[in-house]
C-alpha cells in the first residue's frame, strides 16, 4: 500500500510542473493588459505604463518571467495580487473554507441520495422506480442551474420564507473565524442561534450545487451495479441464501463503486475549483467569483497561484480517490 | 421419499422476439445419498433446470412444474424468503467459472464465513474454526493463511475448492455442480471430481453432476440422465447407459467419443441444437437423426418405457451393437 501511494505521489511532480505553466502561459495568451486594466478609464501615460511594466517586470524575457514565478512557487510564494496588494497565498485560504464547505455538504448530498436512487434503479431495471429515478435524474442533470437555483429562492425564500435568500450567516452574528468553516465556527462562538443560521444559509445552495453530482451519480450507479448484478459472483451469493439486501447492498454494490467513485471525484474536483453561478446567485463568498473576477480584472499572480492552488486541491482528490480503488478492490492494489 | 422431485419442469424465457423454451417438460428424482449426472450439449437446458430450482434465474424467466418438491417441501410455494432458508444451507451449488464466481472484493475466509453466518446460529470464533476445518476438508493447504486471501490471488483449481468449501459449509443434502471442471486444467480437473466423489461419500449427500463430458460421467455418477434441446431423452443408470443406449442421441454422443472411435475420423453428430426459430415439430431431435423416419419428422416422440431407459423415441436402440454403429 506504501508504494502504490508513493508511486501515485510521484505523478503529481508532472501534473504540478504542466498546471503551473499552462496557468502562467493562458493568463498571458489573452488579449489585455493588467496595466490597462488596473489604470481603468482614467488611463495611463506612456511614461508611467514603461515605468509599471518594469516596476512589474513584464519588459523580461517570458522565460525569464516564468523561471522566476517557478522558483517563487516552489518557495511558497504565490506572489501578491495587483488589485488588493494581499498576498494570493492569504486571499486564497480567506475564501477556501467557504467554498469547501459548500462543496462538502453538496457532495453529502449528492452522495446519499444519488447511490441509493441508483441501487433502487438498478434492482427495480424497467420498472416503474427505476423510469421515475432515471427521468428525474435526466431533468437534474439538464437543468439551467441559475433557473434552478432563482426557482428555490422564489419558492422557499420569498413565498415560505423558510430559507435567506443570500450569504453565509445573518449579520446579527458576529464571531472570529477560527476555521473558516461557518458551520463549525458557529459552533464554537457558542451565541445561540448562530449554528442554526449557518446551516439555513447553507440549505438552498448546496442542493443546487449537489443537483448535477447527484444526477450523475445515480445514472453511474445505475449503470454500473446493471453490470455487476449479471456477474457470476452475484449469482454465488444469491445461491448462498443470502437476501437481496445483502446481495445488493453489500456484494453488488461494493463492485459498482469503482466507477461509482471516479465521477464521485471528478465531481468534488469541478466543485471546488468553485461553482461560479452559484456562488454569484447567493453571494457566498467563494473562489469561483474571485477567480472570474481576478481574470477580468488579469491579475495574473492572482490566476496563476489560484489555479495551481485548485489544481492541488484536485490533484489531493484524485490521490483519495487512486487510494480508494485499493480500498475497495485489493486486486487493483496489486497492478 | 425421493429427496429432490420434479415432474414436467419447464422454463421459458421472455425475449425480444417472443417465448423462448430453454427447459421443456422435464422429470428428475434424487433420493439422498445419489449421485445423478446430467448431460447434454450446450444450450439443452441442463444449468437452467437446476437454476430454476435454486430460483437463481433472472425476472424474465416463467416457470412450471407439476411437482417441484426437496425433502417434502413443495418449492414452488415458499416464499421468496423460505427459500432462501433453504438454499444454501440444505440445497448447494456450484458454477462452471469458479474464478469469476468469487467476488473480488472479499477475503475467502469472509465469503466462506458468510455461509455459516446465514444459516447457522454460530459465534465468531466457531465460525472461524469451521472455515479452517472446511478449507482442509477440500484439501487447501495452510487454511488459515489462505483465509484472508483474496480470490485473485487463488488459482482456478483453488477459488472452485473455495466454492466446494462455501457450498458444503452448512452441511447440504444436496450438491449441485454445474461443469465443474470445465474451466480447468485436465489434470485439476480430476483432482476436483475425485474430491466431489470423496466428499459425496464421506458426507452421504446427493451430487448433481450437470456435464457434457461422458468421461466425467463414467467415472463419477451412478445414474445419467441425457437431455437434448430442453428435453430429457433418456434415463438410465451409468453401467447399462454405456453399454446400451436406448437415445438413438445418447448413441451419437457415445460413438463420438475418442475412447470408442473405431475409424480414423471421430464420428460426429451433423447439426446443430435447435434454437428458438427452427424448432422442429415432431422429435427434436429428428433432423440430426441416423434412425429418423416420416413419423419423427411429423409426431413429437413418445416417451418409452422404464426397460427401454425411459427413451423419448419413436424408435428406441434396443440392441448394444446396434448403438455402436
Known sequence: MLRYLLSKLLTFVPTFIGVTLISFA????????????????????????????????????ILVQFWDYLTGVLQGDLGTSFVTKKPVWNEFFALFPATLELSICAIIIAIALGIPAGVIAATHRGKFFDRALMSTALIGYSMPIFWWALLLIIVFSGNLHWTPVSGRIDLLYYFKDVTGFMLIDSLLSGQKGAFASAVSHLVLPSIVLATIPL?????????????????????????????????????????AMIPVI??????????????????TIFSWPGIGKWMVDSIFRRDYPVVQGGLLLVAVAVMVVNLVVDLLYGLINPKIRKR | MALLSIRNLSVEFATAAGPFRAVDGVDLTVDQGDVLAIVGESGSGKSVSMLAMMGLLPWTATITADEMSFDGRDIRRLSARERRKVIGRDMAMIFQEPMSSLNPCFTVGFQIKEALRQHLNLDRAQRHARAIELMDLVGIPAPEKRLSAFPHQLSGGMSQRVMIAMALACKPRLLIADEPTTALDVTIQAQIL????????????????????????????QRVQVQYAGQKVEEQPVEGLFATPHHPYTAALLAALPERATTRRLPTIPGVVPGQYDRPAGCLFAPRCAKATEICHSTRAPVQGAELGLARCHHPVTQPEEATQ
Open chain 1, 26 to 61: 493562458f493568463i498571458r495568451a489573452l488579449p489585455g493588459d493588467p496595466i490597462i486594466v488596473m489604470a481603468g478609464e482614467r488611463g495611463v501615460t506612456p511614461e508611467r505604463y514603461k515605468e509599471l511594466v518594469e516596476q512589474f517586470g513584464y519588459d523580461r524575457p
Open chain 2, 194 to 221: 475425485d474430491l466431489l466423489s470423496d466428499l459425496q461419500k464421506e458426507t452421504g449427500m446427493a451430487l448433481i453432476l450437470i456435464t457434457h463430458d461422458m468421461g466425467v460421467v463414467a467415472e463419477t455418477a
Open chain 1, 262 to 279: 471516479t465521477v464521485i471525484g471528478l465531481s468534488v474536483g469541478t466543485l471546488l475549483a468553485g461553482a461560479i453561478l452559484t456562488e
Open chain 1, 215 to 255: 444526477a450523475v451519480i445515480a445514472r453511474q450507479t445505475r449503470s454500473a451495479m446493471l453490470e455487476v448484478l449479471s456477474e457470476d459472483y452475484i449469482r454465488t451469493a444469491r445461491a448462498k441464501g443470502l437476501s437481496p439486501l445483502r446481495v445488493n447492498g453489500l456484494h453488488a454494490l461494493r463492485n
